[in-house]
């Protein structure tokens, strides 16, 4: 204000601009980082007995800048998957021997065995 004096007795008003601008704090804001969103589970890593996939996710929207905080969180997600177990095929065992022939002559027979047991299939 144009008050150091007041103009008076027909003096002239101040002259010159009432205000003064200068730039300040020119520091960028920090910007905090944020997660994308979880992508897709992707395939697990067997088909059976006992998998596991694993899934990420970046920082990146937006990025942390400028001294702002970092990502809160797990960047992975891990999960069990096909958990049932594997099939097993079986195996035959060895040949049992040979019985006695069903006729001491003659055209008799005898038969022998084995097991489909090594292992059972399951």
């Known amino acids: 204000e144009c008050s150091q004096p ?16 200068k730039s300040c704090n020119l520091r960028p804001c920090p910007v905090n980082g944020k ?8 395939a697990c890593s067997v088909s059976c007995g006992n998998g596991r996939s694993t899934r990420r ?3 990146s929207q937006p990025y942390p800048q400028h001294d ?5 969180g797990d960047r992975t997600e891990v999960k069990s998957c096909n ?7 079986g195996k035959w065992s060895p040949w049992r021997d040979w019985p006695a022939c069903s ?13 489909c047991s090594q292992p059972y299939p399951q």
Request: with cysteine.
């Open 68 to 72: 702002g905080t970092h990502c809160v």
């Open 35 to 42: 997660w994308l969103p979880w992508g897709d589970w992707p």
């Open 57 to 59: 996710r970046e920082c």
């Open 6 to 21: 007041y103009p008076q007795h027909g003096g002239r008003h101040c002259v010159g601009d009432r205000t003064e601008v």
């Open 83 to 89: 958990l049932r177990p594997c099939p097993v095929d």
């Open 103 to 115: 006729v001491s002559c003659g055209n008799g027979r005898s038969t022998r065995r084995r097991e």
